[in-house]
């Protein structure tokens, strides 16, 4: 059993946590619920009590409440925090550490897991200052789920709506353990290197640790992985299968043989689309002021799973410096996949070589911003979203 400490933020999405405590009550959840004052204008600390099967705590400063059970017990009690809804002034106050009131003061004070289900109006979410206040917590290990996008009880149509009860569920089990049990995961990692000639190669930044997240974090949820790796610095991962490589050829004929019998591959290599029709046998000489190189493309390794009969679910990643969401789109459809994960590149933070990430993940009829996080944990993340969409 584990103990889910909800905290409801005053917003409209607040009547969406009633069916979020069903849920987690029928999931052998024990949940403590703390309302907001303004929460408590949407929808009555009543509903709660009667779902939630305990009182619902509203007060920082409630000799009663601190008798039962005081904040600081409460914290202590907490296996997990959720806030969910978590309005825009929420957030502010979470990332500032305000302790004006009960739920924020238990934010300071817990020192379990904490998930925010943000839920704003769409350009309360893009306002620079609620996404500064969005990193300073995902900086700080709170971990964001959702908003969605889509039409918003204001009219406006755009990011901000609470993700779905049953989906915020499925992100807080720890355990989400299972969800790939008996699954065969294949998926690419890293850089290629295509040689000019013996001691020269073209390559890129990646650096492997995305698709090697996405590899130990797919075997923790139970699936059966094998990884195909670039050239990394990084140790091979405990107990997973790995077939490291060195060329876009190499990468393509490795997938290739280890295709059949997998139930999903994800793309995560930066493999280099480019690579030397020759590779010269010596050293070559630097006589000339001007040399070309005849490149020739490699062949497309996601697109060729793709295009197999009976193909696993196949994700891509695309990797941009512009027009992200127009290329990941035009990614996804001219490769036949079934999901892409966009992501920028050559920017300050995230992307290639970077400890953090942040994700758009689109398929055929939806899509997801899965915000700045460690790669570790967008990799749950992502997993997550690639197991809905295969029960889809
Ligand atoms: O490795 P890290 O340092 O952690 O960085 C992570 C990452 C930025 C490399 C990763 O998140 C990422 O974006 N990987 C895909 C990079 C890329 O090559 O993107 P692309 O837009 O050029 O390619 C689109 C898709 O086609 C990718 O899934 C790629 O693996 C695949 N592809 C591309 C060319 C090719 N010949 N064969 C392929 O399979």
Redesign the pocket.
Known sequence: MKRVLLGISGGIAAYKSAELVRLLIKHDYDVRVVMTQAATQFISPLTFQALSAHPVHTQLLDAEQENAMGHINLARWADVLLVAPATANCLAKLSHGLADDLLSTLYLAVECPVYVAPAMNQVMWHKAVTQENIQRLTQHGVIFIGPEAGSQACGDVGLGRMTEPEAILRSIIPSKQGIFQGKNILI????TRERLDPVRYIT??????????LAEQAQKLGAHVTLVSGP?ALSAPKNIHTVLVES?AD??DAVMQHVTGQDIMI???????YTPGNVQAEKIKKQKKQTELNLH?????????ASLNNKPFT??????THNLEH?AQD?LIR?NLDM????W?GQAEG????DV?A?QVCWHNGQKTLPITD?TQLANQLLVLIAERLDA
């Open positions: 690419t990692a890293g850089p890129n930044r990646s650096s492997g640790k995305m698709g090697y997240a990394v876009a990468m393509y793309a995560a290599a930066a493999v280099v689309d493309k490699t062949k497309d390794i996601v697109a060729s799973v994700v891509g990643f695309a990797a941009e290329y990614k490769k892409i994960a966009a992501n590149v992307g290639f070589d970077s990430n994700l790669k």
